[in-house]
Every structure is written in C-alpha cells, then in structure tokens.
C-alpha cells in the first residue's frame, strides 16, 4: 500500500522560508501527478500547488502564487515545495498528495487524489 510521508514543516517567522518534501514508501510518484493541501484549524482543507508527472506543468493557489514553488525529483521520488515569504494566514497542516491515476493532469480537487499523506504543521509567528 503506497504511503506518504512529508517533512520539513516547523515554526518560522513571518517572511521566512521553509521546504517541504515528500517521499514515499510501497510505490511510486514518478508516473502521478502530485499535489499540496492544506488544513488551517476551523477551516476546510484547501488546495496549494499541483505539478504534473513530468514536472513541466505547475499550477498554484493565488493565495501562494508568486511564493510558493513546487517541485519534484522523479528518480528519487520525491516532491517539494518551497515556501518563502511566509505568512501567519499560511499556518496550517500541509499534505502531500498523489493523483488517482498515473499520467493525468495536475489536480486542484481532492476527489481527483487517490493517496495522501499525514501531514506536516506548519506554524507562521508574527
């Protein structure tokens, strides 16, 4: 059974940057298109950033447009997202997710993901 895992989130403060990866174990990310979410508390889990199988295709919430990047590294699996310029409004649990299907195009819809990680907090102080 494929399984996610994601990493990197912490407390930074407000204007800082951090990196969040995500792995996986009992399969592989290379041939899906991959996705972030998040979840702040009180609120419904939201899209973030999508990227294509093959990496060439990228799509964001204009909420993180202009300082989020997402990126992916298939020969060894992985997926990220860059995070500069941080905001308090971005504290939230982040989740990596893969598409239902390989080889489709990049998701904003939570319908669309067939796996998802555990998540990773994410504090942003003033």
């Known amino acids: 059974q494929v399984q996610l895992e994601e990493s990197g989130g912490g407390l930074v403060q407000g204007g800082g940057s951090l990196r969040l990866s995500c792995g996986v174990s009992?399969?592989?990310?290379?041939?899906?298109?991959m996705s972030w979410f998040r979840q702040a508390p009180g609120k419904e889990r939201e899209f973030v950033a999508a990227i294509g199988w093959s990496g060439r295709n990228t799509y964001y919430a204009d909420s993180v447009k202009d300082r989020f990047t997402i990126s992916r590294d298939n020969a060894n699996n992985t997926v990220h997202l860059l995070m500069n310029s941080l905001r308090t409004e971005d504290t939230a649990v982040y989740y990596c997710?893969?598409?239902?299907?390989?080889?489709?195009?990049?998701?904003?819809?939570?319908?669309?993901?067939?796996?998802w990680g555990q998540g990773t907090q994410v504090t942003v102080s003033s």
């Open positions: 009992g399969g592989t990310l290379s041939r899906y298109s």
């Open positions: 997710a893969r598409d239902r299907h390989p080889f489709g195009v990049p998701t904003r819809r939570q319908v669309d993901i067939g796996s």
